[in-house]
């Protein structure tokens, strides 16, 4: 069945560093791909998402480019500040009517001053 | 912004007792859905609810769960004969139409004792 494999945690970073967090998949057919963000306390946010092959999805300095070839979604950020300190979640859906979302087991980023 | 909020936050409960968790989505919403995350492990999607049916459900939603939407605003789940096993956090989620962005809720802490 469909899956999602992401970099286990915890990320350690300071402020300014560079992210990468590494999600790959695998699905029959052509689905979308997500990162989702939860920050402490808080529910599951969309932070970015792509639809097809190539596209690359962004929000608040987060990328990621849809890989079909690799079948990967790396979550990636130029410069972390604390306020993102988090945890991340890769899923995707199989872009049927109705179809849940896969996620990865979440990748928890910590961001020191 | 409209939200997806749930209630209660927290609930604890003894081995053996019936829980219902409750949702509210968002109103426009058509698409519902219950996921749960047992604690260090990934977020597993349970049911999807459609047109007043269950559309989708996963190996885990037995006979034990059941879903309802017993007005025009609340969804709810509800886990019969609890077991410790069923300590989670319990997420609702709508979706406006098939594939678009799901909100979620900030969850509801199930703690069976």
């Known amino acids: 069945g469909d899956s999602v494999t992401q970099m286990e945690g915890p990320v350690t970073l300071s402020e300014e560093a560079f992210l990468t967090i590494n999600c790959t998949y695998t699905?029959?057919?052509?689905?979308?791909l997500f990162w989702y963000v939860q920050y402490p306390g808080e529910g599951l946010q969309l932070l970015l998402k792509?639809?097809?092959?190539?596209d690359k999805g962004s929000n608040k300095g987060f990328e990621a480019t849809y890989r079909k070839e690799t079948t990967s979604f790396h979550l990636e950020k130029g410069s972390v500040q604390v306020s993102d300190s988090a945890v991340y979640f890769c899923?995707?859906?199989?872009?049927?009517?109705?179809?849940?979302?896969?996620f990865g087991k979440g990748t928890t980023l910590s961001v020191s001053s | 912004e409209p939200e997806v909020t749930q209630t209660p936050s927290h609930q604890v409960t003894q081995m053996g007792q019936e829980v219902i968790l409750r949702c509210v989505p968002i109103?426009?919403?058509?698409?519902f859905y219950w996921y749960r995350q047992i604690l260090g492990q990934k977020v597993e999607f349970l049911v999807s609810?459609?047109?007043?049916?269950?559309?989708?459900k996963s190996e885990i939603f037995d006979d034990q769960f059941s879903v309802e939407r017993p007005d025009g605003s609340n969804f709810t789940l509800k886990i019969r004969s609890t077991k410790l096993e069923d300590s989670a956090m319990y997420f609702c989620?709508?979706?406006?139409?098939?594939?678009?962005?799901?909100?979620f809720g900030q969850g509801t802490r199930l703690t069976v004792v």
């Open positions: 989620a709508s979706t406006k139409d098939a594939n678009t962005e799901a909100f």
């Open positions: 609810f459609y047109n007043n049916e269950i559309s989708e």
């Open positions: 792509a639809t097809k092959a190539d």
């Open positions: 699905a029959t057919g052509y689905p979308s």
């Open positions: 109103s426009n919403h058509l698409y």
């Open positions: 899923a995707l859906s199989a872009n049927q009517a109705g179809t849940a979302l896969i």
